[in-house]
């Protein structure tokens, strides 16, 4: 994917002063961090139970918006994760400029792999593992499982609640693809807790690159490398090295790099036109997988959508819908059909905790909550995405150039992730444990900080890898 012909482009519009984009981003970092510090504050000040665990998880030192509650404490992985996070705001948008592209996905694994590790290993083996093995979570089912096609075939009947044999937690409150993912860990003997989370952890560690080798695809090489740092020292690492939804976000992360690939291949004529096929169908099957781990998952195609729109291509949508919805057939074929399953898992949502957590805190709550997985830096980056869309709006208006292709890129991938996460909220079929659930969405809205002033840019990441290390030390996360 990173030796397909470039874009051609256009003389790249004015664009907003420095100072107009400062100026938002201050105001977006402001009310980032108003937004959190009332999600935490209000409850216990007026004595509101939101009830961000559950009744049987209840605990005294509790801390809605997240799921985790207090436990200050240090471990073997604290010096390392000072170390690179100190590496990484010294020297990270240097390395990021200056090495060679392949050198520069590399590192970005490299250095990725080991600040997840590093994070979660400050609570020992146990921070890698605890989650993974628990009696809510995909890995003790799929070591049940024994017949897939029975598996498969039960599946529906299994999610309400008082059914009988009814699913654990997580593996209800998601398609069986979640399941059948640590299946196959389980037939490939890497079934075990440590050996699974090892599989997590060296899978989403890729995300950053993944993200990478979108941007580079469509033309915006400069504005990947800006992003690089943030995408991986990024504070949604505590939550990736733990959780099973970071293969969702890994599946669905190199679906649209494929998308992308498609994209630019099919704006070509002979074969690599062919090839753009084969890029399409490949990024159909990864995110109609996607779909099957996670109900939520049909709102990365608003991402799908900015890809297009940015390679400036519609060609790859027939061959990538088309796939995806193969693939989900297939799974309906084999005793799941998505769309019978889901109006039963809305119900028992509904008959659940979702009762009880109240929508007049949940609805901007959420928000607080993925502000501290994906870090308050965030909040700048939306202010800055902000000022750059209504400049560019100006400049159509105008008859001005446009943006160049890096800032289009970030611009409508980033705007892509932002709609996601407020279509996800409006749903209201998230309400708590969002810094998990919309860990697919993060790395998008990550995007918007290669948008913030230059100066900028290191004391955003410095914001950024503080807020982890405080969340990893500070907080059982739960996860």
């Not at 809605?64 to 207090?70: D, I, K, S």
């Not at 959420?366 to 830096?377: C, D, K, P, R, V």
Request: aromatic fraction near 8%.
């Amino acid at each position: 994917m990173a030796d397909l012909p470039p874009t051609s482009t256009s003389a790249p519009a004015a664009g907003p002063r420095p100072r107009t984009v400062a100026t938002a981003a201050g105001v977006g970092l402001v009310v980032a961090a108003l937004l959190v510090l009332a999600a935490l504050v209000v409850p216990p000040a007026v004595d509101w139970q939101v009830w961000a665990r559950s009744a049987r998880a209840q605990v005294s030192g509790d801390l809605p918006p997240l799921h985790g509650f207090w436990r200050p404490g240090v471990g073997v992985g604290t010096v390392p994760a000072l170390l690179l996070a100190a590496a990484g705001v010294a020297w990270g948008g240097r390395l990021a400029d200056r090495l060679g592209w392949r050198g520069l996905l590399l590192v970005a694994y490299g250095a990725g792999l080991a600040w997840l590790l590093a994070l979660a290993l400050t609570d020992g083996e146990s921070g890698l593992t605890r989650k993974l093995g628990a009696d809510d979570e995909y890995l003790p089912t799929a070591r049940a499982v024994d017949d897939v096609g029975a598996f498969l075939q039960g599946f529906t009947a299994r999610i309400p609640d008082e059914s009988e044999g009814q699913w654990p937690t997580h593996v209800a409150g998601h398609p069986p693809g979640m399941t059948l993912f640590f299946v196959l860990l389980v037939r490939l003997g890497l079934g075990g807790d440590l050996a699974a989370a090892v599989v997590v952890v060296l899978l989403a560690a890729t995300l950053a690159p993944a993200v990478l080798v979108t941007l580079r695809v469509l033309g915006a090489e400069a504005a990947a490398r800006r992003a690089a740092p943030f995408l991986v020292l990024t504070p949604s690492a505590v939550y990736l090295a733990t959780s099973g939804d970071a293969v969702i976000a890994v599946t669905t992360a190199w679906g649209l790099a494929c998308l992308a690939a498609g994209a630019r291949a099919s704006r070509t004529g002979g074969w690599l036109a062919w090839r753009g096929l084969a890029w399409s169908g490949l990024a159909g099957v990864l995110l109609g997988l996607g779909v099957l781990m996670s109900y939520g998952m049909p709102l990365i195609g608003l991402v799908a959508l900015a890809v297009l729109l940015v390679a400036r291509s519609w060609r790859p949508l027939p061959v990538a819908a088309a796939t995806a919805l193969v693939v989900v057939l297939l799974f309906a074929a084999a005793g799941f059909a998505w769309w019978e399953a889901y109006p039963v898992l809305v119900e028992r949502y509904w008959a659940g905790i979702a009762t009880l957590r109240p929508a007049s805190y949940w609805a901007w709550g959420n928000l607080a909550a993925l502000l501290l997985s994906a870090g308050l830096a965030v909040g700048a980056g939306a202010g800055a995405w902000g000022a750059h869309v209504a400049a560019a709006l100006r400049a159509r208006r105008s008859d001005e150039p446009g943006p160049g292709p890096d800032l289009r890129a970030l611009l409508w991938l980033a705007g892509g992730g932002f709609a996601c996460v407020l279509a996800a909220d409006a749903s209201g079929m998230s309400k708590a444990e969002v810094e998990r659930i919309w860990l697919p969405f993060i790395p998008w809205l990550t995007l918007s900080l290669a948008l913030l002033p230059a100066r900028w840019r290191t004391p955003a990441l410095g914001l950024q890898v503080v807020l982890a290390l405080v969340l990893e030390h500070l907080l059982y996360t739960s996860w």
